[in-house]
């Protein structure tokens, strides 16, 4: 894995799956993700994450950004955080994607204890198309992403190439 640090709190990673361009797909809509955690070898996971989702019926696998390494924010006393962006393409409708990278989260261990906890995965709708909504469960465009660095780097990688 390929490593440059943009500063003293922020290292960016690069790796074979890490950014990669797949093909396109005749799914009707894009979904941008971000995904992150911080227990575990949360490279390797992601690296296992990207091969569900291309193994996945539900949704294909377009694009992914580079790997950040970057400090917790919220409740900081836990490990640093590795992040990255992701495109998807499904035909599911938002609240039945998100029931579905719920599970997905599951399946690699997430376990929900406190708001911004150390977790295994943690995987966020970020765009679902051009689609604004605001539920209990699903607020669309993801809220303060434009805030995060943890979004915004990878992404901009991503959109670049």
Known sequence: MLEKSLNEELTLYKSK?????????????????????NIGDLPRRLERLNYFFKRSILCDLIKTGPILKNPPFGYIDQDDFYNTVIMVKTNLQPRAFLKYVLEVERKFGRKRSFANAPRTLDIDIIFY??????????????PCWQERESVVIPMAYMEQH
């Open 17 to 37: 799956q890490f950014p990669r361009f797949f093909k396109d797909s005749a799914k009707r809509y894009s979904v941008t993700l971000g995904l992150g955690g």
């Open 129 to 142: 198309e051009n689609r604004k909504m605001k539920s209990k469960i699903l607020t669309l465009p993801h």
